[in-house]
C-alpha cells in the first residue's frame, strides 16, 4: 500500500471516548470483549455513519436490510475505546455532517450499553496511512493536528455521558452560514440540528455550552432507566470496583440522566428502554 499523507486544513474534528473501557476488557474474556466490540462498538458506530440511509443486500437466506455507508460524508478512525471523526474542510455543511453522525453514534452505542462521551473541535488535521511491505501486519493510520488536540482536551474534562461543541466551532460554522451568535444556531437551526445549549459538568467546573442532543434521536429515543443502566451493562461495574471508581461511575451517570430528563422531560416512562423508528429501504 502507497504512503497517502493528505494534509487537510482546517477541519470538524470529533474525539469521542467510551467510558468504562478499561473495567469492560478487565471483567471479560477476550472472546466476550470481541462480541461487545463487535456488536455494540462497531455496530453503532456503523449506524452512525450511515446516518439513517439502508440499503437491501444478498444474504445467505435472501435479500437483508444493512447499512449504507456507500455515501458517508465524514472519515473516522478506532482505536481501542477511542473514536475519531474528521470533515473533509470546515464548510457549513461538513459542520451540520459531523453533528449529525456524532449524534448517531452516541445514541446507538448508549442504547448498545457503551456510554460516550466527546467533544467536537476545529483546526487543522492531517491523515496519514501506510502499510509496510512485510509478512506480518503493518499498516501505520494516524491522525493528528491541533483540531484533534483540542478535541480531545475537552472531551477529557466532562463528567458524563454526551458531547460539547466547542465554542470556535460554533462560531466557525455560524460564519460560514452568515450568522453572529450562538443564539441564532439554537433558536434557528438548534433543534433542526440536534443540539441545543447546556450547562455541562466539567470535573472543575459547569459552563454553558453548545451540546449534541442525542437522546431525542430520530432512531433512538433514551429513557432514563435504559441510560442509567448502560453505564453497568457488559459487566463494567463490579463489587470489587474501587470506592474512587464507584463515585467517579456514579457521577457520570447522575449527570448523565439528569440531561436525559432536562432534553426529553417523558424520559422515566419505562415502557420501553428505547424506542426504533420504522424505516424502509
Known amino acids: ?20 473501557f478499561k473495567a469492560l476488557v478487565e471483567n471479560n474474556s477476550h472472546e466476550e ?24 443486500v444478498n ?21 481501542s475505546d477511542s473514536i475519531i471523526i474528521w470533515t473533509e474542510d470546515d464548510s457549513g455543511r461538513s459542520f451540520q455532517d459531523i453533528v449529525s453522525v456524532v449524534r448517531g453514534v452516541l445514541a446507538h452505542s448508549c442504547f448498545e450499553g457503551l456510554p460516550l462521551r466527546g467533544a467536537i473541535s476545529v483546526g487543522p488535521v492531517s491523515w496519514v496511512e501506510s502499510r509496510l511491505g512485510s509478512a506480518t501486519h503493518n499498516i501505520q493510520s494516524s491522525v493528528f493536528g491541533v483540531g484533534l488536540t483540542k478535541a480531545y482536551q475537552l472531551e477529557n474534562n466532562q463528567e458524563w455521558a454526551g458531547c ?7 462560531s466557525r460554522f455560524l460564519g460560514k452560514i452568515g450568522g453572529d451568535s450562538s ?10 440540528l440536534g443540539l441545543l445549549e447546556y450547562w455541562v459538568p466539567f470535573k472543575d467546573r459547569c459552563a454553558k455550552m ?12 433514551a429513557r432514563t432507566k435504559s441510560v442509567a443502566d448502560a453505564f453497568h ?9 474501587s470506592v474512587v471508581d464507584r463515585v467517579s461511575t456514579e457521577t457520570k451517570q447522575e449527570n448523565t440522566v439528569r440531561f436525559v430528563r432536562h ?3 417523558a424520559a422515566d416512562n419505562e415502557g420501553m428502554a428505547a424506542v426504533f423508528a420504522a424505516f424502509s429501504p
Not at 462480541?35 to 446516518?51: E, H, P, V
Not at 455507508?69 to 472519515?75: D, E, G, L, S
Not at 451540546?211 to 430520530?218: E, G, I, K, L, T
Not at 451493562?233 to 470496583?241: C, E, L, M, N, V
Open 59 to 79: 444474504g445467505p437466506d435472501g435479500r437483508v436490510l444493512t447499512n449504507d455507508t456507500t455515501a458517508v460524508p465524514v472519515n473516522s478512525l478506532i482505536v
Open 263 to 265: 432534553v426529553f422531560p
Open 1 to 20: 500500500m502507497p504512503t497517502i499523507n493528505r494534509t487537510m486544513g482546517d477541519a470538524y474534528v470529533a474525539f469521542l471516548d467510551v467510558l468504562g
Open 210 to 221: 453548545v451540546v449534541v442532543d442525542w437522546v431525542n434521536h430520530p432512531e433512538v429515543q
Open 183 to 192: 443564539a441564532k444556531l439554537i433558536t434557528e437551526l438548534g433543534r433542526a
Open 233 to 241: 451493562r457488559h459487566r463494567k461495574s463490579t463489587s470489587s470496583a
Open 164 to 170: 460539547v461543541v466547542a465554542d470556535e466551532s460554533v
Open 33 to 56: 470483549l470481541s462480541q461487545i466490540y463487535d456488536k455494540a462498538l462497531l455496530g453503532g458506530m456503523s449506524l452512525g455513519l450511515s446516518n439513517r440511509q439502508y440499503a437491501t
